[in-house]
Structures are given as structure tokens and as C-alpha cells.
Nanobody
Framework: QVQVVESGGGLVQAGGSLRLSCATS????????MGWYRQAPGQQRELVAIIDASGRNTRYADSAKGRFTISRDIYKNTVNLQMNNVKPEDTAVYYC???????????WGQGTQVTVSS
């Protein structure tokens, strides 16, 4: 059973910064892309950022561009999300996802709450 564990969520004021981290229990190089999604109350889960297996290619939601940075350690299967200049609309539960190189089932974490106060 693969475990995906997020950490780093919490309460932050608008304009502040927060760093989310995610660790997986998988073997090295068994994961392709990793990413972060979020879900606000009453809304669908949406992509925030994703990073490929090499750690060199990234993709961001328009709302995250210029403010958030995703990075990963490919030798540890960990991924981070640095969130700067956060806004109240960033308030959501943030989920980490790890996509295996083999198989169709993605690995999801339980989520970490991020609350941005105005």
C-alpha cells in the first residue's frame, strides 16, 4: 500500500507565504509525474501545479503562475509547493498526487488545509 502524506498547511495572512510538502512511500523511480490539486468548499478539485519525472518540466494553473513554485526530489519521491503572495481565494484543501510509471491508479494523499485570511 503506497502512502502519500502532505504537510505544511495552516493559516496564513493574505500576502504571506506557505510551503507544502509531500512524501511518498514508493520505490525510487517508480513515480512519473507528481503534483498538487486543491478543492475549495462546494467546488471541484482543480489542478494547481504538476512536475514531470525529471523534475525539469512544470505546468501551473493560471491562478498559480508567478506565485507558486513546484519542485521535487526525484531520489526521494517528494514534492513541494512554495506558495507566495497567497490570496483568500487560495483557501482550500490541497492534495498531493503521485502518478506511477506502471498502472492506471494514481496515489493521493489525504489533503492538507490551507486557509488564507484577508
Amino acid at each position: 500500500q503506497v502512502q502519500v502524506v502532505e504537510s505544511g498547511g495552516g493559516l496564513v495572512q493574505a500576502g504571506g507565504s506557505l510551503r507544502l510538502s509531500c512524501a511518498t512511500s514508493t520505490r525510487i523511480f517508480s513515480i512519473s509525474s507528481m503534483g498538487w490539486y486543491r478543492q475549495a468548499p462546494g467546488q471541484q478539485r482543480e489542478l494547481v501545479a504538476i512536475i514531470d519525472a525529471s523534475g525539469r518540466n512544470t505546468r501551473y494553473a493560471d491562478s498559480a503562475k508567478g506565485r507558486f513554485t513546484i519542485s521535487r526530489d526525484i531520489y526521494k519521491n517528494t514534492v513541494n509547493l512554495q506558495m507566495n503572495n497567497v490570496k483568500p481565494e487560495d483557501t482550500a484543501v490541497y492534495y498531493c498526487v503521485a502518478k506511477p510509471r506502471v498502472g492506471d491508479t494514481d496515489y493521493w494523499g489525504q489533503g492538507t488545509q490551507v486557509t488564507v485570511s484577508s
